[in-house]
């Protein structure tokens, strides 16, 4: 029974059957929740076979439909609205996040964020100012927030891998180019993929990708 620190959502232990030996915390898009990324789990367990995989629900009601669940509002979109969202939900994330790699015995070495949309945003201001680095981010179909802020918070560089649909009408395909050059003007090791021809979704090529990059990040490789 792992503790619960207002987050919760539904996990998958590693395939391999006992104790975990990386930790993978999926993060989900607006309006979703934990169950739409779990299923990603039996996707990649062949080359993570030892990994438990962690879905939290985002912390707030969607608020622009009657289910869902949301990192923070996007009624507003504004930068300045964007980062207050951000940053008012990142102690809840970061509070799950050590609570779980506690109960597992694991530490930052062993961990890696894997987020989608909202989630990528989630995933990529937390790794880069926590007090030490995971092994990696993967952000599908995201954006940095707050990229002017960075140079001054940052505190950790992991390993990045970022991919996007070129064809994307919900978060703009550049936002991938933004991220990728905001990072690695502070020194986080950043991969950017352009997906052809995909809209706001993860594809079977960029999630072979990911999984690769996840093994190799966790030197299984």
Do not use: K
Request: proline share 9%; with cysteine.
């Amino acid at each position: 029974m792992f503790p619960s620190v207002s987050l919760s959502g539904p996990t998958a232990e590693p395939a391999a059957g006992g104790p975990a030996h990386q930790l993978v915390i999926l993060l989900h898009g607006v309006g979703a929740g934990g169950d739409d990324l779990i299923g990603l789990a039996p996707l990649v367990a062949d080359l993570l076979p030892h990994a438990a995989f962690v879905a939290p629900d985002g912390p707030f009601p969607y608020d622009m439909a009657p289910f869902g669940r949301q990192w923070f509002s996007l009624q507003d979109r504004s930068p300045t609205a964007l980062a207050a969202g951000v940053r008012a939900a990142a102690p809840r994330l970061e509070a799950f996040v050590d609570a779980q790699l506690q109960a597992r015995g694991l530490d930052d070495a062993a961990l890696a964020l894997v987020g989608f949309s909202q989630g990528t945003m989630m995933a990529l201001h937390l790794a880069t100012r926590r007090s030490r680095p995971c092994a990696a981010v993967v952000g599908f179909s995201g954006a940095l927030i707050d990229p002017v802020r960075l140079p001054d918070e940052v505190r950790s560089r992991p390993r990045v891998l970022l991919i996007h649909g070129e064809a994307d009408d919900v978060v703009n395909p550049a936002c991938l180019g933004q991220a990728e050059a905001a990072l690695a003007t502070v020194g986080v090791p950043v991969l950017a993929e352009m997906r052809p021809g995909l809209g706001h979704g993860i594809d079977g090529p960029g999630l072979a990708l990911a999984a690769r990059f996840l093994r190799q990040s966790f030197g299984l490789e």
